[in-house]
């Protein structure tokens, strides 16, 4: 394999221009540059990135940091992450935490001894937002933020989109609405929970313990969940899910029950679910900005890497959309 020393040395220049050429072409001349790259061309030689990145003091690669990649969410949003970043030329590293954070801690070391140039994570825990912020690692986070720690972060306005999920029941005469929450300790849990809260509290409707479960954004739970309350005699006549994998979870439940969707139960979501198309009724949802939420975070990212020293937090909220499905009937 020809090396930077044969290159220089058919050229008949030194190994310094050479690496002038490959890292600030501007400053070497045309004529000299013409002539090395003929080398470079016979010799079929190809420079080093992690030498080239050594001299820059630049990878051109980000990291990616996500919770689980089974949630056709985040791989919807990694999608035009993907798309944005490649347009400005940077690779992407990525890594699935399942919402553990000692993976999510050990990934972004790893990304530190990578020398990426910034991190894009949608944190499972605190403590990686503050390490990140003591680090010396451009970072945005994504979906979710913690209010303590000054961070770039691009979010999506969760308390709006569960406050329009649970008003559209309530307007379509839904007093008995349960759902399918989380542990309560993540930024967009929390929030959809608030908003539950406040749509119920506005029309003067009592929250019903018994209807309020907490399953951990989980498929398996949610079904065996939702099949429990489905068996009680007390039953709700909506179902609101925070989530898409706990909304499939609910629909096999339902059909197992003999239940039809909406004439005994009516559903909505928060995102839509995987294969969303193939179901009769389509199941109304709560759908985020996707596509903003990847380009917008990555542009963010770029920017602060290309000029790490401004000290300007950037703040993007972005609201989400109701989408109506034939999932819901009005009592």
Known sequence: MAT???????????????????????????????????VMEDLNYQPSEIARSL???KTNTIGVIMPDVKNTFFNSWFRFVEDYA???????LLC????????????????????????????????????????NLNFVLVDRMFEKIKSDFVITDHFAGAFEATEYLIKLGHTRIAVLKGAGELYPDVERF???????????????????????????????????????????????SFNSLMMAGTIKA?????????KHISLICFDKIPGYNIFTPRIASIVQPIEQLGREATRILIERIKNPS????????????????GSCRKI
Do not use: W
């Open 194 to 240: 608030r908003g539950f809260e406040a749509a119920m509290k506005k029309y003067r409707i009592e929250l019903n313990d018994s209807f309020i479960l907490n399953c951990r954004f989980d498929e398996l739970c949610a079904g065996k969940t939702v099949k429990e309350l489905l068996r009680k005699k007390d039953k709700p006549t909506a179902i609101f």
């Open 4 to 38: 930077i020393f044969d290159v220089a040395a058919k050229a008949k220049v030194s190994v310094i221009t050479v690496s002038r050429l490959l890292n600030n072409p501007s400053i070497v001349s045309a004529k000299t540059a013409e002539k090395i790259f003929k």
């Open 86 to 92: 490649s347009a400005h030329q940077y690779n992407l």
């Open 55 to 57: 001299v820059k003091k």
């Open 254 to 262: 339902v059909e197992d029950a003999g239940l039809e969707i909406p």
């Open 310 to 325: 401004t000290g300007r937090q950037r703040k993007v909220v972005l609201k989400p959309k109701l989408a109506a499905g």
């Open 96 to 135: 699935n935490t399942d919402e553990d954070p000692a993976k999510e801690l050990k990934y972004i070391k790893l990304f530190q001894a990578q020398r990426v140039d910034g991190v894009l994570i949608v944190p499972c825990s605190a403590k990686s937002a503050e390490y990140l912020a003591k680090s």
